[in-house]
């Protein structure tokens, strides 16, 4: 097998294509080739050592992706080799094949796309998680979704729609607000023509007849949360996904006192961990909307396994719209 490797977490730029032995699974793993990885937002901070989970040295970056089952470990029994799966498993993508941890294969009915596959689990189970279970979205509420043109912005504006919510989409340019109108936005705001500290309030006022939105979904953090959490509905949640914009906004808690407001936190990783059942019946629920054509991942380009500094640096350089996956050959 061949994988890329982190030896020294300081970049993409130090990632080495190197040839290991193939290995083989032990109790509770299978052996998976892996047809499609995608690049998310936790890949680039993992092998900058900035992530929350930092693997012993050396491992291979890739926390999503699809393949075949070759091999399964001596007590495996809901897998069997030659089934196709998507894995989110933190580590082990950016390769030919990985050991996967059994437990956490979907395996995936006929019809469903690999490549498609590879960028479903995080974006979708996110943002399902964040907006029907966290959010308590109803139909005909408003949602405004943050950073809507990346993978979990695109994957939130087509579960809100699925729930019957209008949604505005806000995103950095024309292009991106475009992408989000083809996902299904029914309006967008384009943050390069609001500043934080005013035109933005008004942007949202205007768009949502004073009232401001019910469910606001913020993947992004930085200079325009609390603009956003002063424009939000009385009742409104704030779901907090994370922070690509880098710096951890503090929000005046008055502010959730005097709009009946929550802040409320999305953490799905443990979420799947601490309740396996009701993850498992979301992610079901899911992939019956893929099949029925009712979602599907927004893909920026596909690229082969060998251009993979190319696709941190597109990642790096915030010029990604929806999501890059990284193709094996064959």
């Not at 936790?42 to 012993?56: A, C, F, H, R, S």
């Not at 139909?139 to 943050?146: D, F, M, N, R, S």
Request: glycine share 10%.
């Amino acid at each position: 097998m061949h994988a890329w490797l982190c030896e020294n977490p300081v970049g993409f730029d130090a990632l080495t294509w190197k040839e290991l032995p193939t290995p083989q699974p032990g109790p509770g793993q299978v052996l998976v080739e892996i047809k499609a990885a995608s690049l998310n937002f936790p890949d680039l901070l993992i092998v900058q050592n900035k992530y929350q989970m930092k693997p012993p040295l050396p491992f291979v970056p890739g926390s999503e992706y699809a393949g075949v089952v070759r091999a399964v470990g001596p007590d495996v029994t809901h897998l069997q080799a030659g089934q196709p799966v998507a894995c989110l498993s933190g580590t082990g993508g950016f390769g030919t094949h990985t050991l996967a941890p059994a437990a956490l294969c979907l395996p995936l009915p006929a019809g469903f796309d690999l490549v498609d596959a590879a960028a479903f689990i995080m974006t979708y189970a996110t943002s399902y998680h964040a907006l029907i279970d966290r959010g308590a979205l109803k139909a005909g509420e408003t949602v405004l979704v943050l950073g809507a043109a990346g993978g979990v912005g695109t994957a939130a504006i087509q579960i809100a729609k699925q729930a019957g919510a209008r949604v505005i989409a806000a995103a950095s340019s024309a292009d991106k607000c475009q992408l989000c109108l083809d996902a299904g936005a029914d309006a967008t705001l384009n943050y390069s023509e609001h500043t934080p500290s005013g035109s933005l309030r008004e942007a949202i006022k205007q768009l949502t007849d004073g009232k401001g939105p019910d469910v606001v979904y913020d993947p992004v953090g930085g200079e325009f949360a609390e603009p956003v959490f002063r424009s939000i509905a009385w009742r409104g949640r704030y779901l907090v996904i994370g922070f690509a914009a880098g710096p951890i906004p503090s929000l005046p808690l008055n502010l959730a006192l005097l709009k009946g407001a929550s802040i409320v936190g999305v953490f799905w990783g443990d979420f799947a961990k601490r309740e396996p059942q009701a993850n498992a019946a979301m992610m079901q629920t899911l992939a019956q909307w893929y099949l029925q054509g009712k979602i599907k991942p927004v893909l920026d380009q596909t690229l082969p396994m060998s251009d993979l500094h190319r696709a941190y640096a597109l990642m790096g350089s915030r010029q990604v719209k929806g999501k890059l996956v990284m193709v094996n050959p064959g």
